[in-house]
């Protein structure tokens, strides 16, 4: 099992410390062992992280910054709302965060939801069934522009005369594309017809998440697809203190997750500053995650002979 870590957060004693400490997590968590890092695509901060007058950056500048300080890890939005940018200009953005980092992009995208920020910053908000569609017009255009395929399209919203995209992501056969969102009728099919990766909220419980994984099985085999085509990831919080979770306490959302076939599990931390919680993944949770296979089969030995 892979592990992620997304940073939701940036206040960090002023602005002027946000650079330095943005390093110096990133650079930790790849010594670390993380696979991915990820950030929020959001402007103002949201409700259950902090007021939405706490520090936020622009995801893909921030990705871009990464990129420059890391060489292995992936790097990618959970998630990017689709109506924040226009479609074609949203796929350029990707690829060249993915020919700078050297192929380490994902496409994370979703409906959006964030309606405050949106009116905000005078971003127009759709309907939910207009999200969506849109959203559907980005995923055709994806694999059009990411495959090389510069023929004019007409989407429902938008007209795309010639959608070049020079140079070509490195990536093969493309940046990963992750559909974000549990919504069954609408998000998990469109992962199922699109989508290279899902990513599923493991907050509302674990019953939960296996009940999204069976729709988006049904979903998947009414398209043709096998749901081991998708790679199924996890958004959790790990709070790594005295009187919040132990390393153990992991492991065994870990063992939990794998049972139910996530392969790739994304946590937040909300003191992940201190730069100490990432030096106790490295030890004690990514080097078991990885021996830990998923509800495809083998054992779970790694971290039951590293259970504390």
């Known amino acids: 099992m892979k592990i992620g870590l997304q940073l939701p957060a940036f206040k960090w004693d002023g602005p002027q410390a946000i650079p330095g400490g943005l390093a110096e997590i990133a650079r930790a968590a790849e010594d670390a062992g993380f696979s991915s890092l990820w950030v929020m695509d959001h402007f103002f901060q949201i409700p259950g992280v902090g007021p939405k007058t706490d520090p936020m950056l622009e995801g893909y500048s921030a990705l871009s910054y990464l990129a420059a300080l890391t060489r292995r890890v992936t790097l990618g939005t959970l998630v990017t709302g689709v109506i924040y940018r226009q479609p074609g200009i949203l796929l350029k953005t990707v690829t060249t965060l993915d020919v700078l980092s050297g192929g380490r992009a994902y496409f994370g995208v979703g409906a959006g939801w964030n309606e405050d920020e949106s009116r905000g910053l005078g971003v127009p908000f759709p309907s939910v069934g207009e999200r969506m569609r849109r959203l559907e017009e980005t995923l055709q255009l994806a694999h059009r522009m990411f495959g090389g395929d510069s023929s004019s ?61 069976d729709v988006l099985r049904r979903h998947c085999e009414a398209e043709g697809r096998a749901i081991g085509d998708i790679e199924v990831t996890t958004l959790s919080t790990a709070h790594l203190a005295p009187g919040q979770q132990t390393p153990e306490d992991v492991r065994s959302h870990l063992r939990a997750l794998a049972r139910l076939g996530v392969q790739h599990a994304i946590f937040n931390m909300p003191n992940v500053r201190d730069i100490r919680p990432l030096e106790t993944f490295a030890r004690e949770i990514i080097p078991a995650a990885g021996e830990l296979p998923t509800a495809n089969g083998g054992s779970e030995r790694g971290i039951e002979e590293t259970a504390g």
């Open 153 to 213: 399209f007409e989407g429902p919203f938008h007209t795309f005369a010639e959608p070049l995209n020079v140079p070509a992501p490195l990536s093969r056969p493309h940046p990963p594309i992750m559909v974000g969102g549990g919504g069954e009728k609408r998000t998990l099919r469109l992962a199922a017809r699109y989508a290279d990766a899902c990513n599923l909220f493991t907050r509302p419980g674990l019953d939960v998440v296996e009940h999204k994984i």
